[in-house]
């Protein structure tokens, strides 16, 4: 079936380095995957989204390319700020069934000063 | 902006009693869904409806059941809570035709503590 795979629970750096979180994902069907964002006490929110193959999508900073020959859709950014520090999720809508997400286990950033 | 509300926000239950989650969207997205969070499994996908009338099952609807009374509200019941069921619960909306990528928009989360 259908999966999502973010190898890494936390990563902790120091604000201004650049980021890269891990995503990869399983799907039989053509896939459209998403990074959503969560800081502390709030709800998920929508950061990026993305269909198509090799093309990069940036929003508030943040940029990542869908890869479908190697099945991933990391999340980058060149520049951490402290206030990038919250929970990402990365998600794929799965099989034909548009009106279901599957997420991934989320990805802790943790920027220090 | 989309706006998905939730009540209550914070709710303790006590073990063998009934519980009722309330979301309320004023985004008139056909498609509404309840979610769990718990540390280490993320957002996982316990009812979800269509539309007015319709609920369908996620990926762990034991123990829960869901309504769909209206497009703006969809509601998750849990009739005999356990303490398992301690987590925080999530609501979301959105569209879900193959358009505009399903994405869903959340309400603000409520606590649940089952002792």
């Known amino acids: 079936g259908d999966s999502v795979t973010q190898t890494e629970g936390l990563v902790t750096l120091t604000k201004g380095l650049p980021v890269m979180l891990n995503c990869t994902y399983q799907t039989t069907y053509s896939p459209f995957l998403f990074w959503y964002v969560q800081h502390l006490n709030e709800a998920p929110k929508l950061l990026l989204k993305s269909s198509t193959d090799n093309k990069r999508t940036e929003h508030q900073g943040f940029y990542a390319t869908l890869h479908k020959s190697s099945s991933s859709f990391h999340l980058q950014k060149s520049s951490v700020q402290l206030s990038d520090s919250a929970l990402y999720f990365c998600?794929?809508?799965?099989?034909?069934?548009?009106?279901?997400?599957?997420f991934g286990k989320g990805t802790h950033l943790h920027v220090l000063p | 902006e989309a706006a998905v509300t939730q009540s209550p926000r914070n709710k303790v239950a006590v073990t063998g009693g009934k519980v009722t989650l309330s979301c309320n969207q004023t985004n008139n997205h056909n498609n509404m869904y309840w979610y769990r969070q718990d540390t280490g499994h993320g957002l996982r996908l316990i009812h979800y409806?269509?539309?007015?009338?319709?609920?369908e099952k996620g990926d762990i609807p034991d123990g829960y059941k869901a309504s769909r009374p209206s497009q703006e509200n969809f509601s998750l019941i849990l009739e005999l809570a356990t303490p398992s069921q301690t987590s925080v619960y999530f609501c979301?909306?959105?569209?879900?035709?193959?358009?505009?990528?399903?994405?869903?928009?959340f309400g603000p989360g409520t606590r649940l503590t089952v002792l």
């Open positions: 979301a909306s959105g569209e879900g035709d193959w358009g505009n990528y399903a994405e869903q928009f």
């Open positions: 998600a794929l809508r799965r099989d034909t069934n548009a009106y279901k997400v599957i």
């Open positions: 409806s269509y539309g007015a009338g319709s609920t």
